[in-house]
């Protein structure tokens, strides 16, 4: 079973405009953490969020973490053309290892001119 | 600095042939992990390596998959008798560990191995 499930599955706004996205886990995480991959590349870390951390922000990105909830969600403000891309949030799973990172099947952005 | 390589770009092969994948990762980072990426779909763990050894190879789907990295530096992903089902982009990722811990960093992703099982 996915430990961690993004939702909406698709979003498509207008330039300017905020797109939220939501992750969803099921086991307790030492961290959660965001990427974005544009079309045939590889993926791209954005934001890492800490269990004991509720909220964290860099530039125009916004992160939540609700622990009680096993959820998260990624805010990104005034969004333009080039954050179109698939967005996914990876979660490690802890074990004795807590190295195993089990990433969602990600939000695809269109963000349109 | 140089990011994560992976080589090569491209590989097709053959129903039953045996392939061999390789990343470079990023110097200094003691970790490094495999995944793969069917189309549509988010990366699927393999296995994570810290210095030399396999600290997690639970997602290796079958004793197909094999996984080195002898020096703590380099990682070959290997596939036995490949399957069409095992077609994907097969990505490398490393980082820094602290405190023993990998997944409290940032992963460096490589651009992939496109592989095509005919």
């Known amino acids: 079973s996915q430990q961690g499930e993004e939702d909406p599955q698709a979003l498509s706004i207008q330039e300017g405009e905020n797109a939220t996205m939501n992750c969803s886990y099921k086991?307790?995480?030492?961290?959660l953490q965001w990427y974005r991959q544009n079309s045939g590349r590889g993926l791209v870390h954005l934001i890492l969020?800490?269990?004991?951390?509720r909220e964290k922000h860099s530039g125009r990105l916004r992160v939540t973490l609700d622990t009680s909830k096993k959820s998260s969600s990624l805010l990104i403000t005034a969004s333009r053309a080039a954050d179109t891309a698939s967005y996914f949030c990876?979660?490690?799973?802890?074990?004795?290892?807590?190295?195993?990172?089990?990433f969602g099947p990600g939000t695809r952005l269109s963000v349109l001119p | 600095g140089a990011g994560v390589s992976q080589t090569p770009s491209n590989k097709v092969t053959e129903k039953g042939k045996y392939v061999e994948l390789r990343c470079d990762p990023i110097?200094?980072?003691?970790?490094l992990y495999w995944y793969r990426q069917s189309l549509g779909q988010g990366p699927e763990f393999l296995i994570y390596?810290?210095?030399?050894?396999?600290?997690?190879d639970s997602g290796l789907p079958n004793d197909r998959f094999f996984a080195v990295r002898p020096e703590g530096s380099v990682s070959t992903l290997k596939i036995q008798r490949t399957e069409r089902g095992d077609s994907a982009v097969y990505l490398c990722?490393?980082?820094?560990?602290?405190?023993?811990?990998?997944?409290?960093?940032?992963?460096?992703f490589g651009p992939g191995t496109r592989l095509t099982v005919l």
């Open positions: 969020i800490r269990s004991n951390e």
């Open positions: 990722a490393s980082s820094l560990v602290d405190g023993g811990w990998a997944s409290y960093n940032e992963q460096f």
């Open positions: 086991t307790s995480i030492n961290n």
């Open positions: 390596f810290q210095g030399t050894g396999a600290a997690d």
């Open positions: 990876a979660t490690d799973a802890r074990s004795n290892y807590g190295q195993n990172f089990v």
């Open positions: 110097s200094g980072h003691t970790a």
